[in-house]
């Protein structure tokens, strides 16, 4: 390739790149959605209480059955918690507590079949 041959590519690839980046960004939001176990919003804490949006339907647990360390733990712990980006449990980095919302809404799931070990 010429030298404005390679100018040419470089202004095509410029010129389309802001595109490029919608379309990707779009494709990886639809994807992630696709993929998405449960929907998880509005978690709150309430005195004992802890209440989270699943699925858009809101509930209410007893902190003490969920998790004794969250029942424990100061406000500051309990606001510090990070949703698993496929939606399968809760995080709480100061506690080193997860929370699976299967487990939390009482969901056994199957084991897989077929399944190959080392």
């Known amino acids: 390739m010429t030298e404005r041959d390679n100018r040419q590519v470089r202004k095509i ?3 389309h790149f802001e595109y490029i980046e919608t379309q990707w960004d779009e494709f990886q939001k639809e994807t992630q959605a696709m993929n998405k ?5 509005n978690i709150q804490f309430e005195g004992d209480f802890f209440e989270v949006t699943v ?7 007893e902190l003490k059955t969920v998790s004794p360390l969250l029942h424990q ?3 500051a712990e309990r606001k510090t918690f990070e949703v698993s980006p496929s939606g399968y449990g809760i995080h709480w980095p100061l506690l080193d507590e997860d929370i699976s919302i299967d487990a939390l ?14």
Do not use: C, M, Q, W
Not at 105 to 118: D, E, Q
């Open 37 to 41: 176990h449960h929907d998880i919003a």
């Open 105 to 118: 809404l009482g969901i056994v799931s199957a084991p897989a079949r077929n399944r190959k070990t080392a």
């Open 73 to 75: 733990a100061s406000e």
């Open 55 to 61: 699925d858009s339907i809101t509930r209410r647990f």
């Open 13 to 15: 690839i410029y010129d």
